[in-house]
């Protein structure tokens, strides 16, 4: 046994308010075994790992009760594994434990990492600081073996550069040399996955999978995606509300869960909400629309060669010496009515094509009509009346949201600004009857967004994007952020509306089973052009491009 929790309590202060983030949990880890703690944001999984390997401040924190026993390496080089309880150590023991014999990847690398100081220079740090024997020149070697561990290209060249330089990929990889550089006893992985594209979180996995079995060494996985869980996980740990309300091995948690809150979990599965829509329609068929019907209507979004290049800018004068083709020659057409799903890897231009269509971006060539109307060169004023038809929800709600303004503010500015309602009063009760229709209550209305969680500020920028009535909404990564049943929730509700008002969606996502369970057709997009489009069904079952053969193959999924 290598670490073994008993009753852990991590009580955290907020003013007078106690706040228990961790209520009596016990758990243990194996040598060499890879332990998955799983739950929803607020569930206190990532507090759990803090208080492991102490990184919580104690003017903010207490443990009433619990243990932490820690077997870990040789801490005097005489030998001898020595038998550590983490609460009661002295401040002493814990540095030499905590990033040598504890190391931690955590969740966002970019505010992880120092922005000031190389790559290099933070992996050598936390080599001399564990083996100040070691000089400059071997440590930069180590640095360099270590970018070479976890296959950063160019190892001798990266060393030296800074984080921003780096893509989010390679900052993780980055993250996880400099907790790998000690070979710790015990890897604590918080969420080191989840704001990286398909494919990079594919080989970030296997890579952690490689270097746990080439080292021998346990990992404390955290996540909230059953998916990663499925591929990475022995033994699984179900997390809410600061306990643990199930455990077991990885195919009884999955496979065979006891309690109903894991059950919830794992019915609210894009997989598991398609297989539920599937047979509901086996049931109540939709009627069908012929492919003539389809064809002889003219699209409501029409794309024709659209291009946005972003100019690169050197030297004194700042002279255009290239440009970044974000968008590079795309056609795409959205019939009225239709989700179509556009699906691609960061920076492969899917959130700028979004925003090219709605004028939100300026196009470099190319033509854009809607409803058979050419909007590619409008004025800013002869657009007012395509806004009110041409909405768009953001992937970040929060940073999209004025925190100034109550929620009734944000939704019927945009009503007083194209005329909608009579007086104000009457523009807030049409907001009302919006945000209740997003099941959220009427009287949210005077709050402010901070007062609100993640999915419930989804809810009202789906709220703000309904108040107008439009016909055409660009969903922009509206899920990536969300726990999954949060998700569900929300793609469920999008459903609804999509059927009961006729509404046309561009839903962008780099979630593929999200995809399966929402859209008509797919459109796949890698370096600024569709490669691949189609009925979802088909390029999922057979796609015939080999980008996005790839992208598919790298989707975690979980078999039930």
């Not at 008993?6 to 890879?34: C, P």
């Not at 890579?207 to 060494?217: F, I, N, T, V, Y």
């Given at each position: 046994?290598?670490?073994?929790v008993?009753?852990?309590?991590?009580?955290?202060?907020?003013?007078?308010?106690?706040?228990?983030?961790?209520?009596?949990?016990?758990?243990?880890?194996?040598?060499?075994?890879?332990?998955?703690?799983?739950?929803?944001?607020?569930?206190g999984?990532?507090?759990?790992?803090?208080?492991?390997?102490?990184l919580?401040?104690?003017?903010?924190?207490s443990?009433?009760?619990?243990?932490?026993?820690?077997?870990?390496?040789?801490?005097?080089?005489?030998?001898?594994?020595?038998?550590?309880?983490?609460?009661?150590?002295?401040?002493?023991?814990?540095?030499?434990?905590?990033?040598?014999?504890?190391?931690?990847i955590?969740?966002?690398?970019?505010?992880?990492?120092?922005?000031?100081?190389?790559?290099?220079?933070?992996?050598?740090?936390?080599?001399?600081?564990?083996?100040?024997?070691?000089?400059?020149?071997?440590?930069?070697?180590?640095?360099?073996?270590?970018?070479?561990?976890?296959?950063?290209?160019?190892?001798?060249?990266?060393?030296d550069?800074?984080?921003?330089?780096?893509?989010?990929?390679q900052?993780?990889?980055?993250?996880?040399?400099?907790?790998?550089?000690?070979?710790?006893?015990?890897?604590?992985?918080?969420?080191?996955?989840?704001?990286?594209?398909?494919?990079?979180?594919?080989?970030?996995?296997?890579?952690?999978?490689?270097?746990?079995?080439?080292?021998?060494?346990?990992?404390?996985?955290?996540?909230h995606?059953?998916?990663?869980?499925?591929k990475?996980?022995?033994?699984?740990?179900?997390?809410?509300?600061?306990?643990?309300?199930?455990?077991?091995?990885?195919?009884?948690?999955?496979?065979?869960?006891?309690?109903?809150?894991?059950?919830?979990?794992?019915?609210?599965?894009?997989?598991?909400?398609?297989?539920?829509?599937?047979?509901?329609?086996?049931?109540?068929?939709?009627?069908?629309?012929?492919?003539?019907?389809?064809?002889?209507?003219p699209?409501?979004?029409?794309?024709?060669?659209?291009?946005?290049?972003?100019?690169?800018?050197?030297?004194?004068?700042?002279?255009?010496?290239?440009?970044?083709?974000?968008?590079?020659?795309?056609?795409?057409?959205?019939?009225?009515?239709?989700?179509?799903?556009?699906?691609?890897?960061?920076?492969?231009?899917?959130?700028?094509?979004?925003r090219?269509?709605?004028?939100?971006?300026?196009?470099?060539?190319?033509?854009?009509?809607y409803?058979?109307?050419?909007?590619?060169?409008?004025?800013?004023?002869?657009?007012?009346?395509?806004?009110?038809?041409?909405?768009?929800i953001?992937?970040?709600?929060?940073?999209?949201?004025?925190?100034?303004?109550?929620?009734?503010g944000?939704?019927?500015?945009?009503?007083?600004?194209?005329?909608?309602?009579?007086?104000?009063?009457?523009?807030?009760?049409?907001?009302?009857?919006?945000?209740?229709?997003?099941?959220?209550?009427?009287?949210?209305?005077?709050?402010?967004?901070?007062?609100?969680?993640?999915?419930?500020?989804?809810?009202?920028?789906?709220?703000?994007?309904?108040?107008?009535?439009?016909?055409?909404?660009?969903?922009?990564?509206?899920?990536?952020?969300?726990?999954?049943?949060?998700?569900?929730?929300?793609?469920?509700?999008?459903?609804?509306?999509?059927?009961?008002?006729?509404?046309?969606?561009?839903?962008?996502?780099?979630?593929i089973?999200?995809?399966?369970?929402?859209?008509?057709e797919?459109?796949?997009?890698?370096?600024?052009?569709?490669?691949?489009?189609?009925?979802?069904?088909?390029?999922?079952?057979?796609?015939?491009?080999?980008?996005?053969?790839?992208?598919?193959?790298?989707?975690?999924?979980?078999?039930?």
């Amino acid at each position: 046994m290598l670490l073994q929790v008993d009753n852990l309590k991590t009580y955290l202060r907020a003013g007078k308010n106690i706040v228990k983030a961790v209520d009596g949990i016990s758990f243990s880890i194996d040598r060499g075994e890879v332990f998955c703690l799983v739950g929803e944001s607020g569930s206190g999984k990532s507090i759990t790992a803090l208080s492991v390997i102490q990184l919580i401040p104690n003017d903010i924190c207490s443990h009433p009760d619990g243990r932490i026993t820690f077997r870990g390496g040789d801490l005097d080089g005489n030998g001898v594994r020595e038998t550590l309880d983490m609460l009661t150590v002295s401040e002493e023991i814990k540095r030499k434990v905590c990033g040598a014999r504890i190391a931690m990847i955590f969740q966002e690398p970019m505010t992880s990492l120092n922005p000031v100081f190389t790559v290099g220079d933070q992996i050598i740090e936390v080599l001399q600081i564990y083996s100040p024997e070691m000089d400059d020149a071997e440590a930069r070697r180590c640095a360099i073996a270590a970018l070479a561990q976890v296959q950063i290209p160019d190892p001798e060249v990266r060393i030296d550069e800074f984080p921003h330089r780096l893509s989010g990929g390679q900052r993780q990889r980055v993250m996880i040399a400099m907790a790998m550089a000690c070979e710790p006893d015990l890897l604590i992985a918080d969420e080191p996955t989840t704001a990286l594209d398909v494919t990079v979180q594919a080989e970030i996995l296997r890579l952690m999978k490689a270097l746990q079995k080439r080292k021998g060494m346990s990992i404390l996985f955290i996540t909230h995606d059953f998916g990663v869980v499925a591929k990475m996980a022995d033994r699984v740990a179900v997390m809410r509300k600061g306990k643990i309300v199930e455990e077991g091995t990885l195919q009884q948690v999955l496979h065979q869960p006891k309690h109903d809150y894991t059950k919830q979990l794992l019915a609210a599965l894009p997989e598991n909400l398609k297989r539920q829509r599937d047979l509901q329609l086996i049931e109540n068929p939709l009627p069908a629309i012929s492919a003539e019907t389809a064809l002889a209507q003219p699209p409501l979004i029409d794309v024709q060669q659209l291009e946005v290049y972003f100019p690169i800018k050197k030297g004194l004068f700042s002279r255009t010496v290239d440009h970044v083709k974000a968008v590079d020659g795309v056609d795409l057409q959205i019939p009225k009515g239709q989700l179509l799903a556009l699906v691609g890897e960061s920076g492969c231009g899917k959130t700028t094509l979004g925003r090219a269509i709605l004028r939100l971006v300026d196009s470099t060539a190319g033509t854009i009509a809607y409803n058979q109307q050419e909007i590619t060169h409008l004025q800013r004023k002869a657009m007012i009346p395509f806004r009110r038809d041409m909405q768009i929800i953001f992937q970040d709600p929060m940073s999209s949201l004025n925190p100034r303004m109550t929620v009734v503010g944000t939704l019927i500015e945009p009503m007083a600004v194209h005329g909608i309602g009579e007086s104000k009063d009457e523009r807030i009760e049409i907001a009302r009857k919006i945000l209740e229709r997003v099941q959220l209550d009427g009287d949210h209305l005077w709050r402010y967004p901070h007062e609100f969680s993640g999915g419930q500020r989804q809810r009202i920028g789906l709220a703000r994007a309904l108040v107008l009535n439009p016909e055409f909404i660009v969903c922009d990564e509206i899920t990536s952020a969300l726990d999954v049943s949060v998700q569900a929730e929300v793609l469920q509700l999008l459903m609804e509306l999509r059927a009961e008002k006729e509404l046309t969606l561009l839903f962008i996502t780099h979630d593929i089973s999200v995809v399966e369970y929402v859209s008509d057709e797919m459109a796949v997009m890698h370096n600024g052009k569709i490669v691949e489009r189609g009925p979802t069904a088909d390029i999922c079952r057979n796609p015939q491009k080999e980008y996005t053969q790839n992208l598919l193959s790298a989707v975690p999924r979980l078999i039930l």
